[in-house]
């Protein structure tokens, strides 16, 4: 957002015409979809384990993108190279814009893509805990942020 002062601009304005509690709750912070998206699309630029998350290959083994992997292979997805990849996030890729989590169809497809906390079964068993942390700190930032 430091370099995005449109992004900024916008989400200052989402948050002054909330009623937010001091500190302010989840429920209240369900009106404010501008920040969860920058925390989301912070997330996607800047995911927390840059290195591949090793998994096994289950019995029977596996055919994946036209290519047999038999089971007990190591396998693993760079979340960098994913949230890179144009066919899922569009040529704007590497570009901060929060916007492209704000329409919800959109948004359900980019959750899927999304590796910062793994995916499946797998996927961090913090990461609704971690959410609303995220959310509450980038809060607290920008409230100090606007004040001072």
Not at 29 to 52: M, Q, S, Y
Not at 78 to 100: I, Y
Request: a positive charge; aromatic letters at 10%; charged letters at 20%.
């Amino acid at each position: 957002m430091v370099r995005n002062r449109d992004v900024y601009n916008a989400v200052i304005a989402e948050l002054t015409g909330l009623k937010l509690s001091n500190p302010a709750t989840w429920k209240e912070l369900a009106d404010a979809p501008l920040l969860h998206a920058i925390v989301k699309e912070t997330l996607r630029l800047h995911p927390p384990a840059g290195f591949n998350l090793p998994r096994a290959v289950p019995a029977g083994g596996r055919t994946v993108c036209g290519h047999y992997l038999p089971e007990g292979t190591t396998v693993g997805m760079s979340a960098w190279c994913v949230h890179a990849n144009e066919d899922f996030w569009g040529k704007d890729t590497l570009e901060f814009k929060p916007q492209r989590w704000l329409d919800p169809e959109t948004a359900f497809k980019l959750d899927r893509y999304g590796l910062s906390f793994g995916q499946g079964a797998r996927a961090c068993l913090g990461k609704n805990i971690a959410m609303v942390q995220l959310v509450k700190v980038c809060l607290s930032l920008l409230h100090f942020s606007a004040v001072y």
